[in-house]
């Protein structure tokens, strides 16, 4: 009974955080300042999931590190997603091998 009342809890509070803003906001948000920050929010909340997976997801930190920087490093330079991947997974293996 317990939990499905935590599920129906998690439901009605996910629903809500969905539904609220359809219901209040009925005109288009014309602040420059908050329409940018609105904008943002999925790749901040995309990050924050996907970051401390990045860290934890190999052998040592050291190697998680290197993937990162390696990753960061052709993303800046404007290479592909495939490429990217690829650079971070090699700098990975390669640092596995050497430690």
Known sequence: MKVYLCIGVM???TYLIRVIP???FHKKIENRYIRSFLYY???????AMT?????????SMASALA????AV???FRGK???????????AVFVTELVL
């Open 41 to 47: 929010v999925p790749y901040t909340c995309l990050t």
């Open 51 to 59: 970051f401390p997976a990045i860290l934890y997801a190999t052998k």
């Open 11 to 13: 439901t009605l509070v």
């Open 22 to 24: 359809l219901t209040v």
């Open 67 to 70: 993937g990162v920087a390696a």
């Open 73 to 75: 490093a052709f993303a």
């Open 80 to 90: 592909s997603l495939v490429t990217v991947a690829a650079a971070a997974c090699l």
